[in-house]
C-alpha cells in the first residue's frame, strides 16, 4: 500500500511562490499518474495538477501557467511549484494518483493572503 506524505505548505503573500513535495513510500510509485488536489473550507477537494509516469502534464484552468507539476520516479516524489499565487488558492493540498484511489494523506496547508 502506498502512503503519502504532503510537506511544504504555508503562509504566503499574494503573488509570492511555494513548493509542495509530496513523498510517496512503496516500490510501485511509479506506475501510478500523480496528481495534486486541494480543498478549502466549504469546498469539495478539487483536482489541480496531473503528471503522468512518463512526466505528461496537466492543469485545471484556475492554475494553468502559475502552477509546474513534476515527479522524480526514483526518489518517490512529486512537486507542485506554485508562483503568482493568489488568495483563492488558499486551501489543504494533497497528492494522490489521478484517479485518487490511494490512501489519502494528511494534505498540507497552504493561505495566500491579500
Known amino acids: 500500500q502506498v502512503q503519502l506524505v504532503e510537506s511544504g505548505g504555508g503562509l504566503v503573500q499574494a503573488g509570492g511562490s511555494l513548493t509542495l513535495s509530496c513523498s510517496a513510500s512503496g516500490s510501485i510509485f511509479s506506475i501510478y499518474a500523480m496528481a495534486w488536489y486541494r480543498q478549502a473550507p466549504g469546498n469539495q477537494r478539487e483536482l489541480v495538477a496531473v503528471?503522468?509516469?512518463?512526466?505528461?502534464?496537466n492543469y485545471a484552468d484556475s492554475v494553468k501557467g502559475r502552477f509546474t507539476v513534476s515527479r522524480d520516479n526514483a526518489k518517490n516524489m512529486v512537486d507542485l511549484q506554485m508562483n503568482s499565487m493568489k488568495p483563492e488558492d488558499t486551501a489543504v493540498y494533497y497528492c494522490n494518483s489521478n484517479t485518487g484511489i490511494l490512501r489519502w494523506g494528511q494534505g498540507t496547508q497552504v493561505t495566500v493572503s491579500s
Open positions: 503528471v503522468t509516469s512518463g512526466g505528461i502534464t
